[in-house]
């Protein structure tokens, strides 16, 4: 199981490697930046989504330290993915703006390759559905939305938009901000196809609400002033 | 000459450093004894046989939710919390059972106690005896039966939440 965790894991982290070093094969210096940006920030990412799910669900990580190396146990993936932005965004403080377009588009299809993982995990099912290509969990069973799989492939076809937005305007925060709007907007669209114990609207949903709204505001403001220049 | 009103690096440094000690620490805080009981409500655990277990699946009118648990086992405590939350939301449609392995009688009531599992039915199987019969090495172990007792998944190792909620419903709705 911890394996095939694994295999998602370094799947997404493939995709995300290997497409940078597509994007900036012409310009290494770059390529390498955003690869260890990339790194640093999952890392980070994962320390911090890991603690605040811990202390979220009632461990305490001082007691029990080992218990931060069992990420199956749950990653808060909102605590995640602010930490990965805001230590990029700290890295590349010097050239904040270039720095993080140059990850953006590694970012969305690193993520899409982490939510295909699921067919290595046995994990892509969510809601049950009527739709024709939903699948069942056990033969004869409920078919259900392959959720995780629609979010890959919105995320993939995000990643090509924020790499078009990038290639047009390099540099400006447009491809930042498309991608932290788009990432968000899949999550806004896919959550509520998820298992999840609990019902209703939940916290995290809201600050990726806010999130769409923050970044969206962010990508309309820079085509306003991209016109009026 | 330019002005500059950044402050010192240093300066930075500590405020930033303060900062995350005082999060980490308000964290902290809140998350200590979140959701845990007292030992003393806790009774001891009566023991199972594999037999009987099987006999109580196959006579139960709902699905039930089998897992294996010993609290030396570290991944144990980190789906604990998950399993309270099962318990808590589906408890009215789904059985909980949890079988305590290979354990002592005091480690498996302070256990129960730290995590607020009072929810869950809980067994007592030092020799490991059920896992045994059931199919399944080391802990947790995590079994989902349909209702009249036919295994629909089992699930090795530390289980998340989406597929604890997943197997959860599938039972449920067949049920």
């Not at chain 1, 965790?5 to 490697?17: D, P, Q, T, V």
């Not at chain 1, 033969?139 to 076809?157: K, M, N, Q, S």
């Amino acid at each position: 199981m911890e394996f095939r965790l694994l295999g998602a894991a370094a799947g997404g982290f493939a995709a995300a490697w290997g497409s940078l070093a597509l994007i900036h094969r012409a310009d290494p210096a770059v390529r390498r930046s955003s690869s260890d940006l990339l790194v640093t920030g999952v890392i980070a990412g994962l320390i911090i989504g890991r603690l605040w799910a811990m202390i979220a669900t009632g461990t305490n990580p001082l007691a029990h330290p080992g218990d931060i190396l069992i990420v199956r146990g749950g990653v808060d993936t909102i605590a995640a993915a602010t930490t990965a932005v805001l230590v990029c965004g700290w890295f590349s403080r010097a050239a904040l703006w270039p720095g993080l377009d140059a990850l953006a588009p590694g970012a969305m299809f690193g993520l899409a390759g982490w939510h295909a993982g699921c067919l290595l995990r046995d994990a892509c099912l969510g809601s049950p559905t009527g739709l024709p290509w939903g699948w069942s969990a056990t033969p004869g069973g409920v078919d259900r939305h392959p959720v995780e799989l629609y979010a890959a492939l919105l995320l993939i076809a995000a990643g090509l938009a924020v790499l078009r937005l990038w290639r047009r305007h390099p540099g400006t925060g447009a491809a930042t901000l498309a991608a932290l709007m788009t990432a968000a907007s899949t999550r806004a669209i896919t959550e509520p196809m998820r298992p999840v114990l609990g019902a209703g609207l939940t916290a995290s949903y809201v600050v990726v609400l806010g999130i769409v709204v923050f970044a969206g505001f962010g990508v309309w403001r820079q085509r306003h002033r991209r016109r009026q220049v | 000459m330019r002005l500059t009103l950044r402050p010192r690096t240093d300066d930075i440094s500590k405020r930033s450093t303060r900062f995350l000690a005082t999060v980490v620490l308000v964290l902290l805080t809140a998350a200590c004894g979140a959701g845990s009981v007292d030992i003393t409500d806790v009774p001891e655990l009566p023991g199972i046989a594999p037999t009987e277990l099987r006999a109580r699946l196959d006579a139960s009118p709902d699905p039930v939710v089998v897992n294996i648990w010993a609290s030396w086992c570290a991944p144990c405590r980190s789906e604990a919390p998950l399993l309270r939350a099962a318990a808590a939301e589906w408890g009215g449609s789904v059985t909980f059972i949890g079988i305590n392995v290979r354990d002592t009688q005091d480690g498996a009531r302070r256990f129960i106690a730290e995590f607020g599992l009072t929810a869950i039915e809980h067994r007592f199987d030092p020799s490991g005896a059920v896992p045994a019969e059931f199919g399944g090495v080391g802990v947790p172990l995590t079994y989902f039966f349909y209702a009249g007792g036919e295994l629909a998944y089992v699930h090795r190792g530390v289980i998340d939440q989406r597929t604890l909620a997943l197997w959860i419903d599938t039972i449920a709705r067949a049920g």
